[in-house]
C-alpha cells in the first residue's frame, strides 16, 4: 500500500477525527478494551483500508461501534429482550453482541453474515468521537483492535504506532487502556446465549443479569479471528509455567506474571486477573523490544477476568 502521513491527534482534535472517518479514511482511537481502527462502517471503499492496513485476511467480520443504545438500532436488531436487557445493563461497555443486521452496515464489515457484532465503548474519547461523527457521518465505526494481523492488541496509541504507522490516516492518544482485554463476544441468535470470547465482562456478570446459563461455543465456532490458536502472539516464544526455575533464567529469557526473582527481564503483573489484564499486553510488547527469545509467563490464579486472561494467554503460548 502506499504510505500514508499519520497525523498523531488527541483528545481535543475528535471534531478532526471525525472528518477523516466521514471522508473514508482510517482512524486508530481508544477504548476501555484496546485501541481499534476505525472506518465507516456504512462504507465498504472505507472498510477495505482497514483490512489493507492490518493485513487481516477479508472474510474476518469486524465489530460496529455507535455512540448509544439508540443508535444500535441502525446497525442491528435489538428485538431480542435479552439483548436489550444486556445492552441496557453492559453498555457503554466491553461487551460486544452478535445480532441480526440491518441494510446499513456494509458487507465488507460482516464477510457476507447476516449478523453484525456491535457494541458501545465506554471510554470518553470513543463515545465523543462517535458523537461528533454521527453529526456528520453515519454514526457507526467498524474497528478491530489496531495492530498487525496476528499480533498482540495495543493498549495504548505508542503501541499503535509501532504496528500502524503510515498505514493509517491518524490515531488518537486517550491514554492507556483501563480493561487492556477485548470485549466479551456474545451470540443472541435463536434460543441459546453463546459465548464466542471471553473478555471484559465475565460469563458470571452475564449469567447473573440473564438468569440463564451462556452456551460456551468458543470450541466450535471459528467464526471469530481472535478464536484461531497462535493469535495475540508476539515475536518471542511463549512458554506457560507454574513457577520459574532459577537455572532456566539466562540471557534472552524473559519472565512475565506474579514472580519475584533477580533477573533483569522481569514484567511484574500482580496476581489479580484485572491488574494482569491491564499490563499484559504491554508487558508482552516490551518483551519483544527487549529482544527476548523466549517468555516465561506464569498464570494469574484469582479475579473476575481470570477466563479472559487465561484465553489470550492460551491463545500467545499457541504453537505456529
Ligand atoms: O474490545 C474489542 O472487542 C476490540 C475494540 C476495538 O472494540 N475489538 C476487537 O476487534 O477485538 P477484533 O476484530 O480484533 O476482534 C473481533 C472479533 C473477531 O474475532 C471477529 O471474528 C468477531 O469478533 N466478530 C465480529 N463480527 C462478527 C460476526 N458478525 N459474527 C461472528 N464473529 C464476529
Ligand atoms: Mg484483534
Given amino acids: 500500500m502506499e504510505p500514508l502521513t499519520t497525523e498523531r491527534l488527541t483528545p481535543a482534535d475528535v471534531e478532526r477525527a471525525a472528518e477523516l472517518l466521514r471522508s473514508g479514511g482510517t482512524v486508530a482511537l481508544p477504548t476501555e478494551t484496546v485501541y481499534g481502527l476505525g472506518a465507516d462502517a ?7 483500508k482497514i483490512f489493507s492496513a492490518k493485513g487481516r485476511p477479508p ?49 465488507l464489515v460482516v464477510g457476507g453474515r447476516e449478523n453484525v457484532g456491535i457494541r458501545v465503548p465506554a471510554h470518553p474519547v470513543a463515545l465523543a468521537l462517535l458523537a461528533a461523527f454521527a453529526e456528520i457521518g453515519s454514526g457507526g465505526v467498524a474497528a478491530p483492535s489496531a495492530n498487525r494481523f ?6 495504548t496509541a505508542a503501541h499503535v504506532l509501532a504496528d500502524l504507522d503510515g498505514r493509517i490516516d491518524a490515531v488518537i492518544d486517550g491514554g492507556s487502556a483501563r480493561v487492556g482485554v477485548e470485549s466479551t463476544i456474545l451470540e443472541i441468535i435463536g434460543t441459546d446465549v453463546a459465548l464466542l470470547r471471553p473478555g471484559g465482562i465475565s460469563v458470571a456478570q452475564i449469567e447473573a443479569v440473564l438468569g440463564e446459563a451462556v452456551v460456551d461455543a468458543r470450541r466450535t465456532d471459528s ?11 508476539p515475536r518471542a516464544i511463549v512458554q506457560l509455567v507454574e513457577s ?30 484485572e491488574a494482569y489484564a491491564r499490563g499484559l499486553y504491554a508487558a508482552l510488547r516490551a518483551a519483544d523490544q527487549a529482544g527476548m527469545a523466549r517468555v516465561l509467563i506464569v498464570r494469574p490464579s484469582r479475579g473476575e477476568l481470570l477466563d479472559a486472561v487465561l484465553d489470550r494467554l492460551a491463545k500467545a503460548s499457541a504453537q505456529r
Fill in 42 to 48: 456504512a462504507s465498504d471503499e472505507a472498510v477495505a
Fill in 223 to 233: 467464526r471469530a479471528a481472535g478464536m484461531l490458536e497462535s493469535h495475540y502472539a
Fill in 59 to 107: 472474510g474476518h467480520p469486524l465489530i460496529v461501534h455507535v455512540s448509544s443504545t439508540v443508535a444500535v438500532e441502525d446497525w442491528a436488531e435489538l428485538s431480542d429482550p435479552r439483548a436489550g436487557l444486556l445492552a441496557e445493563t453492559f453498555w457503554p461497555g466491553p461487551l460486544t453482541l452478535i445480532l441480526p443486521r440491518t441494510d446499513r452496515v456494509s458487507d
Fill in 150 to 155: 496476528g499480533h498482540v492488541s495495543p493498549t
Fill in 244 to 273: 520459574v526455575d532459577r537455572s532456566e533464567l539466562k540471557a534472552g529469557v524473559g519472565v512475565i506474571g506474579p514472580v519475584e526473582v533477580e533477573h533483569p527481564n522481569v514484567w511484574f503483573l500482580a496476581d489479580d486477573a
